[in-house]
């Protein structure tokens, strides 16, 4: 991807429409070999840009999502205990000596996401995923700072692994708590924001496909309206495909106040967002041209 212009061509070629804002992070990510990190509002298509850009590159994806209380052993590596305590049974039966250096060696090494990326041999490099970083607790954030900055981790009993060929790092936050700045300083960043009522319709056009035209539009345009109350959880991208392909199976070719309410449950995710979304009226393309 030698471009910003070339990497809107390629993603848009797996589906994902990536406006120049994004193209050029990505682009500027790949170029400087730095991690990217990706914040916006739940919903915004942040996770899926990751698994676009891995299809787009065509290079393995790697997923590690994060949650309170995520540590190490989960997300870098950790030893196969089992495996060490039948070596060491087995060569009690056989009356041989065991040490350290024989119980902690990469025959015992399980990889974790972070490390499995790093030890990548593959002809590309791998993109790696650190979903949602911002659940995670800040101890774990310095755990991230050598992988980051120098694409290596260090495993105390067997030195540093370094990656031959670096991994594209993208990391997503929805902001639900400050990332420490010694983090941010290692990484790229875009901010992504919600697609404007136009650019939901052509990402919706392409996932449902068997829906009409003025189902997409009116219904993108009412998820812009119902944006803009204060719900709990605003509806996102996904919400706008699965209530989109739900009014497409029920046979809906454009939207009434009486679709919405029979498909609430697709885009209201709280019995206050329910209360708010159901009293929204919709504009049908007719109303509007009357206007």
């Known amino acids: ?9 390629r993603l848009d070629a797996v589906d994902y429409l990536a406006d120049d ?9 790949l170029r400087l070999g730095k991690p990217l990190l ?10 899926a840009a990751a698994k676009a850009l891995a299809q787009a590159l065509d290079t393995p994806f790697i997923r590690l999502q994060c949650y309170e209380g995520l540590t190490a052993g989960e997300a870098l590596y950790e030893w196969n205990y089992q495996r060490q305590l039948l070596h060491i049974r087995l060569a009690e039966a056989q009356g041989a000596h ?6 902690f060696t990469t025959e015992f090494l399980q990889e974790r996401p972070i490390l499995r990326a790093v ?5 590309t490099p791998p993109v790696l995923l650190i979903d ?3 659940r995670a607790d800040d101890e774990f954030e310095a755990l991230l700072f050598e992988f980051l900055g120098e694409a290596s981790v260090t495993i105390p009993e067997l030195g540093t692994f370094a990656a031959t060929r670096p991994p594209v790092v993208v990391l997503t936050s929805n902001r639900s708590r400050d990332l420490h700045d010694a ?14 009522p136009a650019q939901a319709a052509a990402i919706v ?18 998820i812009g309206t119902v944006r803009g109350l204060d719900l709990d959880k605003a509806p996102g991208l996904a919400e706008s495909i699965d209530w989109v392909s739900a009014l497409a199976a029920l046979g809906v070719t454009e939207l009434t106040s009486g679709d919405v309410l029979r498909t609430l449950g697709t885009i209201a995710k709280t019995p206050d967002d329910r209360a708010l979304i159901a009293e929204t009226p919709v504009t049908t393309p007719r109303a509007r041209s009357d206007q």
């Not at 804002?21 to 990510?29: D, E, K, P």
């Not at 065991?98 to 119980?103: E, G, I, M």
């Not at 030890?119 to 002809?123: K, L």
């Not at 983090?183 to 404007?196: A, G, N, Q, S, V």
């Open 132 to 134: 949602e970083i911002d």
């Open 183 to 196: 983090l941010r300083r290692r990484c790229l960043y875009h901010w992504i924001e919600f697609p404007t």
């Open 1 to 9: 991807m030698n471009t910003p212009e070339e990497i809107v061509q």
């Open 38 to 47: 990706l914040e916006g509002e739940p919903g915004v298509g942040k996770t």
């Open 119 to 123: 030890r990548h041999d593959g002809p």
């Open 21 to 29: 804002g994004l193209a050029m992070a990505v682009f500027l990510a």
């Open 205 to 222: 056009r392409r996932a449902v496909p068997a829906a009409t035209a003025p189902l997409i539009r009116s219904a993108t345009e009412f």
């Open 98 to 103: 065991v040490d350290d250096a024989s119980l």
